[in-house]
């Protein structure tokens, strides 16, 4: 029942911006590291940023000084700030986290943890020169 809910993708001119957010829902126990992909068409997925517990972040080459990478443990959400786009940054963008989720025994109604691998829907990212 644990989810990640992408938002705010849009179609904008380069050089404009856009702010993305990622919402995990469910009975978590703990969301370890958070990552931004994306997959523009006919290409291969891309590992764009991603950010830790602890809020240590990575970001590729390609939106390094471009993008930045935020989460609210709180909100149990993460962001990524997107400036100065680019037809280049037109892709997909995944969300995706290692969720440790509250799981309920039915045989005995006690409780158990267990981490998951969870990923997004996508949203579109569309950059027009």
């Known amino acids: 029942q644990v989810q990640l809910v992408e938002s705010g993708g849009g179609s904008v001119q380069a050089g404009e911006s856009l702010r993305l957010s990622c919402a995990a829902s469910g009975r978590i126990f703990r969301i370890n590291t958070m990552v931004w992909y994306r997959q523009a068409p006919g290409k291969q997925r891309e590992l764009v940023s991603s950010i830790t517990t602890e809020h240590s972040t990575k970001y590729a080459d390609s939106v390094k000084g471009r993008f930045t990478i935020s989460r609210d443990n709180d909100k149990n959400t993460m962001y990524l700030q997107m400036s100065t786009l680019n037809p280049e940054d037109t892709a997909i963008y995944y969300c995706?986290?290692?969720?440790?989720?509250?799981?309920?025994?039915?045989?005995?109604?006690?409780?158990?943890?267990?981490?998951?691998?969870?990923w997004g829907q996508g949203t579109q990212v569309t950059v027009s020169s």
């Open positions: 995706n986290a290692q969720i440790v989720e509250i799981i309920r025994n039915l045989n005995d109604g006690g409780e158990r943890l267990e981490p998951r691998e969870v």
